[in-house]
């Protein structure tokens, strides 16, 4: 699925994304923002294009694709379920929540369906307590869930 991702198209517009922050300080964040935008994922084969482009070393650029979430080696599904696992919510049962979508949505946690179609996480605190348990697919929130297969089987049908 990786080589679906790099293709002469997208390298493209990365190399158009590298020219447009060459030799400026702090290029590598803007740089990686953009990969993520064009692939889905920053895999090794981008992270090697970005590091003989820029001069910065690949061990570098692999540390801050794999340190921060936003960034992802492999492809995202269409739709991205976070269950936050904070301390409000998982006090409230969000680990059921979460098992509720490893069983119904058929992927494991830190992975993506096999149709590509979601990719299951569980998460930090989003910083909704009050509406604990909460979980987000994409840019929608869900609040106040309960432990209850068929609330899950709903949101996902929405999807």
Do not use: W
């Amino acid at each position: 699925m990786v080589k679906e991702v790099i293709c002469k198209d997208r390298l493209a517009q990365l190399e158009t994304v590298m020219d447009e922050h060459k030799g400026k300080k702090g290029c590598l964040m803007p740089i990686l923002h953009e990969s993520q935008k064009i692939f889905g994922c920053i895999p090794l084969g981008v992270q090697k294009v970005i590091a003989d482009a820029t001069g910065i070393p690949m061990a570098e650029i692999y540390g801050v694709v794999t340190f921060y979430s936003h960034f992802s080696i492999e492809p995202k599904g269409d739709f991205v379920i976070g269950v936050c696992m904070g301390t409000a919510c998982y006090v409230k049962n969000a680990g059921k929540i979460l098992d509720d979508f490893v069983k119904q949505a058929n992927v494991k946690v830190g992975e993506t369906s096999e149709d590509g179609k979601f990719t299951l996480e569980a998460t930090r605190c989003i910083g909704a307590c009050g509406l604990a348990p909460v979980i987000t697919i994409n840019e929608d929130v869900y609040g106040r869930l309960k432990a209850d297969a068929q609330e899950v089987a709903d949101i996902l049908a929405k999807y």
